[in-house]
Nanobody, 115 residues
Framework: VQLQASGGGLVQAGGSLRLSCTVSVSLLSINVMGWYRQAPGTQRELVAA???????NYGDTVKGRFTISRDNAKNTVYLQMNSPKPEDTAVYYCNAELLYGPTLWGQGTQVTVSS
């Protein structure tokens, strides 16, 4: 199983950016899909998670600004980042907790928010 994250880049504060994570298997075989981030000198933290049943969970600092969603037909999970702030600058990673298997990580994608 492979996870391919994309969509990172440079964005101005208050703008928008959408990250994508395409998985090499059906999303229906994944219990939880998540986005995490890690800034230099900090621990990796949860940004957003989406369960197979459609429940979502967001980190406190992104609630109301970021939205996680999925397209089962494309085996892709998205992170819509609205009104990003400079403190959202980090490497973003997608994560898949398989229904019957290990938890896997994709490669990171850098997001830089300019003030």
């Amino acid at each position: 199983v492979q996870l391919q994250a994309s969509g990172g880049g440079l964005v101005q504060a208050g703008g928008s950016l959408r990250l994508s994570c395409t998985v090499s298997v059906s999303l229906l075989s994944i219990n939880v899909m998540g986005w995490y981030r890690q800034a230099p000198g900090t621990q990796r933290e949860l940004v957003a998670a989406l369960t197979i049943g459609g429940s979502t969970n967001y980190g406190d600092t992104v609630k109301g600004r970021f939205t996680i969603s999925r397209d089962n037909a494309k085996n892709t999970v998205y992170l819509q980042m609205n009104s990003p702030k400079p403190e959202d600058t980090a490497v973003y990673y997608c994560n898949a907790e398989l229904l019957y298997g290990p938890t896997l990580w994709g490669q990171g994608t850098q997001v830089t928010v300019s003030s």
